[in-house]
């Protein structure tokens, strides 16, 4: 109940709470529905929104978008019209780099081909011959269709034109020799060895190198294997400099580059040690010998370059620097606008590769690259400023150019004396000169000259001057031979740079031309010589000489026996039609004898006479130009002694005593020498060495001392180093170059020589002269001893006629013979004539005499000055003209006085020769001249426009043609055998072996010469000698080494040995000849003994008690039958006399006729001690008129045959100081 009433009353209260909770409940759904319906409008205004919103934001992007590539854009238009206008002007400049290097590349093929071809093998030849090599090399690549360029040049493949500009400021020079040295050098695989006799390659390297701690060194170091290896583990270069013809063993290793890998790094084996190999080393070796000969071994280990200066190089220089003293302002200008623009090209270079680089390097669009495009437009602003500064500096160097230029002639004439003095060096190994004496002397010459506001006029000026200044300068170290071959030399130099002189007329000049046989017989044989004649026929094909031969009449016989044929007038046309060389020709044609003459002619009217008036000598002058560095050198010749005059000047330039020290080399000295150099260099006094030859294996060291002790910077300015040698090959060149030379030579001619004995101690000290107790004849003697003094000394210039062998007497023969004459003379009452005789012919004069026939002429010529008559007899005549005699007792000045009066020129006849001696003489001079002459020229072409090659090549065609076969020793044997009654078979047999060797040589070589110019052979150094021995148509030492002595030239010599060998070959095929040609012998001594032997074996008498006397016969050539006994022989020639054939005696020789040819000869032995005294001439026989041989044990040389006594109406030593000989064969 209560739960229900609780119900109740509970249901009451909630009911109407239902009701309400209901009608809430409805009224809530209602307002739900409405709220949905809001809130969908809601969502439908808020997704609109944010569409709006997010397309708002997509318009903004797409804003944004555009504006930035609308400055994108902007800035790519700006880019590209900065690229377009930037690179645009390269356009063109790049199109035709981009052709060209088209075809470089087709071409890179051949032209890389060639120029491996000159780095291999060219660089030790001359600018020329590497220039014909190359033409030949392009032409066969040409027709091997190896494409290469139209005009290939080394320089063009290989060059790198900023690193020649920098090489070329080194010091390299401008030419394009030069130029392609350089990259030689640094183009091959093997270490370069630079033959640099002027020393431009040296002075190059050194500036190149320096920035990379270059180290010099020598073989002569005693460190010099520490300073290379060091530099080798550094990797620093080395220049080892004037090395000579064979390199250290220890160097072999790195010249073949042998390095070997050891732990990744690489090493190279140095003699003991192992060393780390830097691949920054570099080597390079000089050596200043002006034609070394490397053998094979040496040469295929280096790189041989030649730096010998070229003419264009020289020239060069030799502008810049008249242009730098005449013109300063303008060769700075020059100087500086080549290092701007070397400098500039090398910027230019740079912004080229840094261009190339950016535009190879940069990804993508170029135009979006910002830094790209700066670089890119500043380099074109630098290179259009570098361009106008170019174009600036081109105008203003034209300009310098024109101007300097205008001094060209003087650097062309300038260049042309160097060359010709350069080649002097091959006459005498004393005469070098170095390229910075020539350059200071020249700079010396621009400043002493007199000036002239003409151009044209200073060039003459400058020219004049300097050419004076050179000869004056080069003849005070020149031979007297060589003064005038000096200047002959300077005056064709300067016409053929003028291009005056016709190369064929001045070959013929020289050589006579070449020539086997002459087809035309001569036309006065009573007077024209066949060697004339031949010479005569040959200069008729030379242009201007054409039709000579057929001119050639009796109306020349006038210029013929001229006694000065240089100034006499030829026949018309030709007097009017020759000049200057041609003329020459034709003389040297018909009169060689009178060539010094017409030489001087030639120089006087081409160059003035100062230049055949050479300076004298002058001691103090040679002093002025010295400086305490550069030694002072005497050049000494026989009988010249430079001590006593440099001791009185030194005297008087207050050297005298110790402050003036000499010693004469020779074993030992040298540590002596040594010590006193280094003191006196300090202390600034002198130091003499002596006789410099007689120590060769000192003189590097000396060469050591000049360079590196003989300094400026610590030598004292008076120090002098004095050197005498007489030349030497071995006489460091480096001190000749830079030192002072000079020659004295004992003056020439018989006045001068008295003249000087007189003048000089002891004559001239009035003690000697009066010191003794008989004046009458010590003072007649003396004169007598004297003028025997200067006759033995004058007679050498006459040759063989004079003296077998050239001896050198000298003052200190005639001093002790003074000296002993008058001591004699003051202990003797008697005179004591033959102790005298005894001492001075056999002793003191004698001792020199090494050949028994000039000891005989020796005698012979004293006694003429030691006899009774001298002394008793007024005036005793020493020449039949009575001109020379022994002045009558007087003063010292009436001698003096005497002397002076004798001609300057003495006649033969004083010497005791005939007038014919001096035409012997000037032939000699003449001889000696040309031959000098020819060791200074090229190599060069024959004649009619051939090739040197072509001329050796018909030449020696046309010998081989003509040489018959080797004799058939075996036949000859059946047919002569050894015979005990015929020794001639075994004479004959001995002849054939000796000639079957010699024509087997000289067949050999021929054909291989034949070989080797088409390039089947090699060319040895032997078959180089026969090649240019016969361009100059002399015997080559090949064949004269297996020859029979022969002066003859080549042409001469070949007709000679076709003559021997057709005599042998008449005595195979008709048996023993009647009368033998004694000069067809190869040894003529074997026959001579072969006839005694015959005879000796017929009677049987001991061989040794037989000689040979003689019958002249009156038949020239033949006899009927043989004699009984002996043989006949002929082709003897006597020389000094002639055979008269009237009175059967010796007899004076005919003007002119220098020969006379001997009639036929019986040589009848017998017994020695049956023959009869007769008044007869012992005539000594030589094989060649040189009479001088080696000598042989029997104190005859090896050209003496033997003795015949000839018939004479005159005592017999007319002829032995006539010098009357007979000769198996002629020169000519």
């Not at 535009?359 to 074109?380: C, F, R, V, W, Y």
């Not at 035309?520 to 094909?541: C, Y």
């Not at 040309?930 to 072409?941: A, E, V």
Request: hydrophobic residues 40%; proline residues 5%; contains cysteine.
């Amino acid at each position: 109940v209560r739960a229900m009433e609780v119900y109740e009353r509970v249901a009451k209260v909630v009911a109407p709470k239902k009701q309400a909770l209901a009608e809430a409940e409805a009224e809530l759904g209602t307002q739900m529905t409405k709220l949905n319906e809001k809130r969908r409008e809601l969502k439908a205004v808020l997704d609109k929104l944010s569409a709006l919103n997010a397309e708002l934001e997509a318009m903004k992007t797409k804003k944004e978008g555009l504006e930035v590539n609308i400055d994108l854009c902007s800035k790519k238009l700006d880019r590209a019209e900065k690229l377009i206008g930037g690179l645009g002007g390269e356009k063109e400049r790049w199109s035709e780099a981009a052709r060209v290097l088209g075809v470089k590349y087709v071409n890179i093929t051949g032209d890389v081909l060639l120029s491996a071809g000159v780095v291999a093998y060219l660089g030790a030849f001359t600018v020329n011959f590497r220039q014909q090599c190359v033409q030949e090399w392009h032409a066969l690549c040409r027709k091997k269709s190896i494409p290469c360029s139209d005009v290939f040049s080394l320089n063009g493949t290989l060059g790198e034109p900023v690193k020649i500009r920098a090489w070329q400021i080194a010091g390299l020079p401008a030419d394009s020799f030069s130029v392609d040295n350089g990259i030689m050098v640094y183009s091959s695989r093997r270490w370069p060895l630079l033959i640099d006799p002027q020393g431009q390659a040296n002075k190059w390297v050194k500036n190149m190198e320096r920035p990379n701690k270059l180290s010099v060194i020598k073989l002569s170091d005693p460190n010099y294997s520490r300073t290379l290896e060091n530099a080798i583990q550094f990797g620093t270069p080395v220049l080892l400099e004037n090395v000579g013809e064979e390199l250290d063993p220890l160097l072999e290793p790195l010249l073949l580059k042998q390095t070997f890998k050891q732990g990744g790094v690489e090493y190279i084996r140095l003699g003991e040690n192992i060393i780390e190999y830097s691949q920054d080393f570099r080597f390079y070796i000089t050596t200043r010998l002006r034609n070394p000969h490397y053998l094979p071994e040496v040469s295929v280990k280096v790189a041989l370059v030649n730096f010998m200066i070229t003419p264009t190089g020289l020239e060069d220089q030799l502008l810049g620097i008249v242009a730098a003293r005449e013109k300063p302002e303008l060769e700075e200008k020059k100087n500086q606008l080549i290092l701007e623009s070397a400098a500039n090209k090398k910027q230019l270079k740079e912004i080229e590769d840094k261009i190339l680089e950016v535009l190879s390097s940069s990804q993508g669009n170029i135009l979006e690259d910002e830094t790209a495009i700066k670089i890119l437009s500043s380099s074109k602003v630098l290179s259009e400023e570098i361009t106008a500064k170019q174009e600036i500096a081109s105008v203003t160097e034209k300009e310098i150019d024109e101007t300097r230029n205008g001094y060209r002639p003087v650097a062309v004439h300038s260049s042309v004396l160097f060359f010709c003095i350069s080649d002097l060096a091959n006459i005498e190994p004393m005469y070098q000169y170095s390229l910075t004496w020539f350059v200071n002397l020249y700079l010396q010459s621009i400043a002493n000259s007199s000036k002239s506001s003409v151009l044209k006029e200073r060039i003459g000026l400058l020219n004049d001057h300097f050419t004076k200044s050179i000869y004056n300068n080069v003849c005070r170290s020149l031979f007297e031979k060589d003064k005038l071959l000096f200047s002959f030399l300077l005056s064709i130099g300067i016409l053929k740079s003028r291009g005056e002189v016709d190369e064929q007329v001045w070959r013929f000049l020289l050589t006579g031309g070449v020539a086997l046989e002459n087809p035309h017989p001569n036309p006065f044989p009573q007077w024209l010589t066949d060697k004339s004649w031949g010479e005569i026929v040959r200069a008729s094909d030379l242009e201007n000489l054409k039709g000579l031969m057929k001119d050639f009449g009796p109306q020349w016989k006038q210029l013929y026996d001229s006694p000065s044929p240089q100034d006499t007038k030829l026949p018309e046309p030709w007097e009017t039609k020759l000049r200057g060389l041609d003329r020459m020709v034709l003389l040297r044609c018909v009169r060689p004898d009178k060539m010094v003459p017409a030489m001087q002619n030639f120089i006087v009217d081409k160059m003035g006479r100062a230049y055949i008036e050479p300076p004298t000598f002058d001691l103090a002058g040679s002093f002025a130009d010295s400086n305490s560095c550069g030694p002072l050198i005497f050049v000494l010749s026989p009988g010249a002694d430079p001590m006593a005059g440099l001791l009185k000047f030194a005297q008087d330039k207050g050297f005298g005593g110790q402050r003036c020290q000499s010693i004469s080399l020779g074993q030992g000295q040298g540590p002596i020498a040594t010590n006193m150099i280094t003191r006196a260099a300090k202390e600034g006094t002198w130091v003499v060495l002596q006789n410099c030859h007689l120590a060769t294996s000192w003189m590097p060291k000396l060469e050591k001392i000049c360079e590196e002790v003989i300094v400026p910077e610590t030598t004292h300015a008076e120090f002098r180093l004095w050197l005498t040698s007489y030349p030497s090959q071995d006489f460091p060149v480096s001190i000749l170059q830079n030192g002072v030379k000079m020659t004295n030579e004992p003056p020439k001619g018989l006045r001068a020589n008295l003249l000087r004995s007189y003048l000089n101690d002891p004559i001239s000290d009035p003690k000697f002269f009066e010191g003794c107790n008989k004046p009458a004849a010590w003072r007649k003697l003396l004169f007598g001893l004297c003028f025997f003094h200067a006759l033995v000394q004058e007679r050498r210039k006459f040759g063989p006629l004079g003296w077998n062998i050239p001896y050198e007497f000298n003052e200190s023969d005639l001093r002790i013979s003074m000296r002993q004459q008058q001591m004699f003379l003051n202990q003797y009452e008697e005179l004591p004539l033959d102790a005298l005789t005894y001492l001075t012919g056999q002793c003191n004069y004698g001792g020199r005499v090494t050949d028994d026939w000039d000891r005989r002429l020796l005698v012979s010529l004293l006694s003429i000055f030691y006899c009774r008559d001298i002394v008793e007899k007024q005036a005793h005549k020493f020449s039949p003209g009575g001109l020379y005699y022994a002045p009558d007792h007087g003063e010292y000045h009436s001698y003096l006085d005497y002397i002076r009066s004798l001609p300057l020129i003495p006649h033969p006849e004083v010497f005791g020769l005939h007038e014919n001696a001096d035409i012997s003489k000037d032939q000699q001079e003449t001889q000696q001249l040309f031959d000098s002459i020819l060791l200074t020229q090229p190599r060069q072409g024959g004649g009619g426009g051939k090739s040197v090659q072509q001329v050796v090549d018909e030449l020696a065609a046309d010998i081989l043609s003509k040489l018959p076969s080797d004799f058939n020793l075996e036949k000859v044997m059946e047919l002569y055998p050894v015979l005990y009654a015929e020794s001639m078979n075994t004479v004959l047999r001995q002849e054939l072996i000796r000639f079957n060797r010699l024509s087997s040589v000289v067949r050999t070589t021929l054909q291989n010469i034949q070989k080797a110019m088409k390039g089947l052979v090699v060319m040895s150094a032997e078959l180089e000698d026969v090649f240019n021995s016969m361009i100059v148509g002399k015997v080559p030492a090949a064949w004269a080494a297996k020859s029979y002595p022969s002066l003859k030239p080549l042409g001469s010599y070949i007709i000679d040995l076709l003559a021997r060998l057709k005599f042998l070959q008449e005595w195979i095929n008709k048996g023993v000849p009647t009368v033998f040609w004694i000069s067809g012998f190869y040894f003529t001594q074997s026959f001579l003994t072969g006839v005694l032997q015959n005879y000796a074996r017929k009677y049987t008498i001991p061989i040794d008690h037989l000689a040979f006397e003689f019958e002249v016969l009156k038949e020239e050539n033949d006899m009927a039958t043989k004699p009984e006994d002996g043989a006949y022989v002929k082709g003897l020639f006597l020389e000094g006399a002639k055979w008269d054939r009237k009175k059967m005696v010796i007899g004076e020789s005919l003007p002119k006729i220098l020969y006379d040819a001997m009639p036929i000869i019986w040589l009848k032995p017998g017994e020695k001690k049956k023959f009869k005294d007769k008044q007869n001439y012992a005539t000594p026989v030589y094989k060649t008129s040189a009479r001088r041989g080696t000598l042989s044990t029997t104190g005859h040389s090896t050209n003496y045959v033997l003795t015949i006594q000839l018939p004479s109406d005159q005592a017999q030593q007319h002829w032995i100081n006539r010098g009357v000989a007979a000769l198996c064969q002629l020169d000519d």
